[in-house]
């Protein structure tokens, strides 16, 4: 057996353990695309991508949320001036991503935000058309 035979099995495990660490640092990169008929939004750094999220009135629509971070983030969305949520979305840790189903809310102003960090927070737009 040669040293290099004897070397290669630990470093396979590193190259694994690396690689998987890699994997896990959060994803980077473009946002994905607005699923038809909905909008996306990111959480990295335990922060929204955007200050304002602009979403269609009037119909249900799919919201696309990408939680680039380890923590466990989720979007909830209430009256612009109130504390009664409109839609909560599940909470999960990332990197991950679901894809929110939400109700029609009426075209005006909300406020989005993570239910587990409160000071993630966002203008939400329902626009008509
Ligand atoms: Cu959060």
Redesign the pocket.
Known sequence: MTAWSRAAPGLVLVAVVVLGCAEVSGRRGPPPSPPAGGAVII?SG?AFDRPTLEVPAGRAFPLLFE?R?F????VAIYPENGNDALFVGE?FSGPDSRIYQVGALPAGTYRFE????PQ?DGKLIAKPG
């Open positions: 959480a335990i939680n971070d923590a466990s983030h989720d909470v993570c239910q587990v960090h993630m």
